[in-house]
């Protein structure tokens, strides 16, 4: 088992700034993918990073793509989300998860096992 606690959400203006940290206790989180997803009202949770337990292989969603960046620091056992260049649209309940395993994109999508909370974005326009 793995317990995963998520902070640094809040309110920003667009074009702005937040860096997400996501905190794992629990198991050693070294042997697991880390990843991040997002969940707007009215909308379904949707992916939007993953990083190899190595930390030398990630994805990132379409929308975030040269905004967002994925890392983490296995001596902490933490995982973050770096979000530069903010819009609107990326207002949502964040989502920090763990996986066991790795492969492709389309993959990583569907294999996350465990979820923290979540911590909410709110960028203003």
């Known amino acids: 088992q793995v317990q995963l606690v998520e902070s640094g959400g809040g309110l920003v203006q667009a074009g702005g700034s937040l860096r997400l940290s996501c905190g794992a206790a629990g198991r050693t989180f070294r042997d697991y993918a880390g990843g991040w997803f997002r969940q707007a009202p009215g909308k379904e949770r949707a992916f939007v990073a993953a990083?190899?337990?190595?930390?030398?292989?990630?994805y990132y969603a379409d929308s975030v793509k040269g905004r967002f960046t994925i890392s983490r620091d296995n001596a902490k056992s933490t995982v973050y989300l770096q979000m530069n260049s903010l819009k609107p649209e990326d207002t949502a309940v964040y989502y920090c998860?763990?996986?066991?395993?790795?492969?492709?994109?389309?993959?990583?999508?569907?294999?996350?096992?465990?979820w923290g909370q979540g911590t909410q974005v709110t960028v203003s326009s």
């Open positions: 990083i190899k337990w190595s930390g030398d292989s990630v």
């Open positions: 998860a763990a996986a066991s395993r790795w492969g492709s994109p389309s993959f990583m999508v569907r294999a996350f096992d465990y």
